[in-house]
């Protein structure tokens, strides 16, 4: 059973530029997570989707913004890039009804913006 | 915001219990408590979670405070694997979605 994949795993991009980053959920899971780890942090919310939209937001600019698709992978996407976007993105999936609500989270993109 | 309140670093020797304290004094009625943690390089991996009572699984014991504002997690024989980055969150539990506020954690460091 695959767990919770994302790619790429390292991306560099440039100030003004934007990115895309991908997720793809554990197997069942039905709803995915973003957060922002900079170096030394605890991980940020950013927001999470579920039935293909956004259903809590954390305190990040509509720079950032996400999709969940019907087989219920998501994306990540930051335009205008600044150099404090730099950070580890992390990913987790869960299954909305599950009483735990336990996350399985992913290894994490590095961006680093130069 | 919920907030938490953790050290930054503790240290342990193998094979001994270790208790991980965190306070969390704005919590409110239907919040969570979950413990996850994050070993080097990897996304963080769930711990424990509980509400009012204490919770025990095969990984660790968590010990909820009567008034619910600290809570402690326990790791009954400390090996080197359990170096990591341990996040006390608090889960708002009034909607179905999760939205985890994490701190800045406690780094534990297991000596041989």
């Known amino acids: 059973d695959a767990g919770v994949t994302q790619s790429p795993t390292h991306l560099i991009k440039t100030r003004g530029q934007q990115v895309t980053l991908r997720c793809s959920p554990k197997?069942?899971?039905?709803?995915v997570s973003w957060y922002q780890q900079a170096l030394g942090q605890g991980p940020q919310f950013i927001f999470q989707?579920?039935?293909?939209?956004?259903?809590q937001r954390g305190n990040f600019p509509d720079r950032f913004s996400g999709h969940q698709f019907p087989n219920y992978s998501s994306e990540l996407n930051v335009n205008a890039l600044l150099l404090g976007d730099s950070a580890l993105y992390l990913c987790?999936?869960?299954?909305?009804?599950?009483?735990?609500?336990?996350?399985?989270f992913g290894p994490g993109t590095r961006l680093t913006v130069t | 915001d919920a907030k938490t309140t953790q050290p930054n670093s503790m240290e342990s020797n193998e094979e001994e219990p270790v208790h991980l304290p965190c306070n969390h004094s704005t919590i409110s009625g239907t919040d969570y408590i979950h413990w996850y943690r994050q070993l080097p390089s990897q996304g963080p991996e769930y711990v424990i979670h509980?509400?009012?009572s204490n919770v025990n699984n095969r990984m660790a014991s968590l010990a909820i405070a009567e008034d619910r504002k600290s809570s402690t997690l326990i790791l009954h024989r400390a090996t080197l694997r359990d170096a990591a980055v341990y996040y006390c969150?608090?889960?708002?539990?009034?909607?179905?979605?999760?939205?985890?506020?994490f701190g800045s954690g406690t780094k534990l460091n297991v000596k041989p």
């Open positions: 197997s069942g899971h039905d709803t």
């Open positions: 509980g509400l009012t």
């Open positions: 989707y579920y039935e293909e939209e956004e259903r």
């Open positions: 969150i608090l889960r708002e539990g009034l909607y179905n979605f999760n939205k985890f506020y």
């Open positions: 987790a999936s869960s299954f909305r009804t599950s009483r735990s609500y336990e996350q399985y």
